[in-house]
């Protein structure tokens, strides 16, 4: 089988090359799913078969052994294979970024940081366990009858458990046990016949020599929770002779939703439901310019502007917001107040130097968020030279052990969308997005990343925002290239201060992904 094996993973890299080079052409499955609410609620049971007949011959399915072997944490780059011009736009290469060496080998006492981190992602999964995580398997020809998942109980309160029966042979004494460690047991009603002690303790058991009363006594078993612990599972075990079962009890509040009254709307009210935020340094001419643009096609929708020039200039005008902040605060800390500030349902990401056209249309976003299960929509911005780009990435994490995570992110997207032709869903979207507030502000943006910084929200968001681009919802850019002598002195400022890279940012980006997301390696194309 070790054979058969091997001979797949060789299989499976000539596949890979083939794959690399298909991928190139198409960028992106053509699949449409739904993500309508609605259709979401698939009420499905998995049913899990383990067979521990080992000596039994098995046959390793080429395709599925290839996935697995792609799981892997390895810091490695594509090879150049050859070179054509324009090769790396048709074939582009993926490339390695070691966070190990990045980040430790300029670091004083690399050992420390390896430790710090160490011991902060411990109490992390700490944190964040629940007994809910453990695999339980329902064996095969028990004679118990239990629920396997879903039974909640909010922290202190009552619930029947749904669900328990015992299926078996007729004998002169039938007998349950119920054990947990969170809670009690209880009966809500008893049933003639049918004995029951441990009532009000952590086990209790039910006996009695008629089936057909035992099973209605199990109807009425009752579990208090009486461990305040929110946010965690009580493990039961459920037993009878012979057999033994356990199923989790999940001890958790409800969540509390945060809706906007944005008021009762026959159509989209923009100006109700949207405000548009944007950070600025130094471009006040870009700013009026984009300020005027959205005037001309949305007259009354809030605009909030997080400036952390050195000398601000006054920014007024109806329905704007202009918050000054403290000289070169940066740039993901003035989108962190430019979003906290917003009080709409929606906030759309602008920056300061977009111009809204006749293409640039709100309710299109709004219409995509309101219609799915989507959290974020990104649209497509167009350049002055008329390329247009929609900047879609997919990202992806594998376990690394001791060292950290591996970090992919990729050009493409998952899947188009069902209803909306022109929209594919993915991970990472351009800088002209809109989202939910509650869900971007939930995210955050890093105010440690002062200059260049995009991706790393679209990191953080990975498993919380649910993510959507399309093409039709266009941004003009004014344009970066600029002849030196044609350049003001606040765009020469504006260019030294944002393109210098310093070894500080250097360093404060390799920290964030080495420490605070915890990863060894990234690899991009
Ligand atoms: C049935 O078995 C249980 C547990 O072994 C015992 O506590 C109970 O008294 C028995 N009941 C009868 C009627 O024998
Ligand atoms: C749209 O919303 C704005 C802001 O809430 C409100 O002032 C305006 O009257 C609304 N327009 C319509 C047509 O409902």
């Known amino acids: 089988m070790h054979n058969t094996l091997k001979k ?46 080992h000596d039994i011959p098995c046959h390793v399915k080429k395709d599925v052994a290839w996935r697995l072997a792609q799981n892997t944490c390895e810091c490695v780059a594509d090879k150049e294979t050859f070179r054509l011009p324009f090769s790396n736009l048709l074939f582009p290469r993926v490339w390695a970024h070691n966070l190990d060496l990045a ?33 339980i398997v329902a064996e095969a020809n028990s ?58 303790e952590n086990h209790i058991i039910l006996s009695s020599p008629r089936l057909s009363a035992l099973n209605r006594q199990l109807q009425f078993v009752t579990y208090t929770n009486t461990v305040f612990h929110p946010k965690t599972a009580d493990t039961v075990k459920f037993a009878t002779e012979g057999h033994q079962s356990f199923f989790t009890i999940r001890v958790e509040h409800g969540t509390v939703p945060k809706l906007y009254n944005s008021g009762y709307q026959k159509e989209y009210n923009i100006s109700a ?45 109806p329905h704007i917001e202009h918050y000054i902040m403290p000289f070169g605060k940066g740039w993901f800390a003035g989108r962190n107040l ?25 309710e299109k976003m709004v219409d995509i968020l309101e219609k799915t ?97 399309c093409s039709d919802v266009v941004v003009g850019h004014a344009s970066k290239i600029k002849l030196p002598w044609t350049e003001t002195d606040a765009q020469k400022a504006y260019d030294k201060f944002r393109y210098s890279s310093t070894s500080d940012d250097t360093y404060t980006r390799n920290e964030n992904f080495y420490f605070k997301n915890r990863f060894k390696c990234m690899t991009s194309h």
């Open 143 to 200: 004679p118990l009858q239990y629920p396997t998942q879903g039974v909640v109980v909010r922290p202190l309160k009552t619930i029947i458990i749904p669900g328990l029966g015992l299926k078996e042979e007729t004998r002169p004494n039938h007998t349950v046990h119920l054990e947990a460690t969170l809670g009690t047991f209880d009966v809500a009603a008893t049933v003639d016949r049918v004995s029951v002690k441990g009532e009000g």
């Open 103 to 135: 980040f430790l080998g300029s670091h004083p006492d690399p050992d420390d940081v390896k430790r710090h981190r160490a011991q902060e992602y411990s109490g992390f999964q700490r944190r964040s366990y629940s007994s809910a995580d453990l695999l």
């Open 373 to 469: 299960t989507l959290d974020m929509v990104g649209g497509a911005v167009r350049e002055v030279t008329g390329y247009t780009a929609t900047y879609r990435h997919t990202i992806s994490v594998d376990e690394g052990g001791e060292d950290g995570d591996c970090l992919h992110m990729r050009n493409g997207y998952h899947h188009f969308i069902k209803g909306f032709p022109n929209c594919v869903v993915a991970d990472a979207v351009i800088n002209f997005f809109m989202g939910r507030t509650d869900k971007v502000q939930q995210v955050g943006f890093n105010p440690r990343l002062a200059r260049a910084a995009h991706l790393e929200f679209f990191i953080d968001a990975l498993g919380s925002l649910h993510i959507g681009s």
């Open 273 to 317: 439901l949207v405000t548009i935020a944007t950070k600025t340094f130094l471009r006040y001419d870009k700013l009026r310019d984009l300020i005027a643009s959205i005037r001309q096609y949305y007259p009354t929708v809030a605009i909030v502007v997080a400036d952390d020039s050195e000398h601000p200039e006054p920014v007024r005008g």
């Open 8 to 53: 797949s993973l060789v299989l499976g890299s000539v596949t890979v090359l083939l794959l690399v080079v298909f991928n190139a052409w198409s960028s992106g499955s053509h699949s449409e799913v739904d993500l309508s609410p609605l259709n979401q609620r698939l009420e499905g049971k998995v049913q899990k078969a383990v067979s521990d007949s």
């Open 338 to 362: 430019a979003v906290s500030q917003v009080t709409t349902k929606y906030v759309l990401w602008v920056d300061d130097d977009f111009i809204f056209t006749a293409n640039t249309k709100l």
